[in-house]
Nanobody, 126 residues
Framework: QVQLVESGGGLVQAGGSLRLSCVAS????????IGWVRQAPGREREGVSC????????YYADSMKARFTISRDSAKHAVFLQMDNLRPEDTAVYYC???????????????????WGLGTQVTVSS
């Protein structure tokens, strides 16, 4: 069964860190790009980051550059999103999905990627 499962969310104070995991099953991470999106209450989903399967290129939304780091461990069938210096506005449910076409146009993750997991809640208190 092809699926992605997110974990690692939680409650953290502003300035803290969390490391999200996205574990893949039923397919190889070498064959698909992986992207992260998030959705805050009352807001639309927004692209966060993605990592290319072909060359490992990574892309980040402007507000997350220098704070978030995406990485991939094919042996563990997992993609990670290290989030540092978290802000209250980062509060959202974070989802990972797979597709082809990881690039700087992160809004396209929402329409072009698929097999989204159930998400993991990140709450940042001020």
């Amino acid at each position: 069964q092809v699926q992605l499962v997110e974990s690692g969310g939680g409650l953290v104070q502003a300035g803290g860190s969390l490391r999200l995991s996205c574990v893949a099953s039923g397919f190889s991470l070498d064959d698909y790009d992986i992207g992260w999106v998030r959705q805050a209450p009352g807001r639309e989903r927004e692209g966060v980051s993605c990592i290319s399967s072909s060359d490992g290129s990574t892309y980040y939304a402007d507000s997350m550059k220098a704070r978030f780091t995406i990485s991939r461990d094919s042996a563990k069938h997992a993609v990670f999103l290290q989030m540092d210096n978290l802000r209250p506005e980062d509060t959202a449910v974070y989802y990972c999905g797979k597709g082809l076409g990881c690039n700087r146009y992160l809004h396209l993750l929402i329409t072009d990627f698929h097999t989204w997991g159930l998400g993991t809640q990140v709450t940042v208190s001020s």
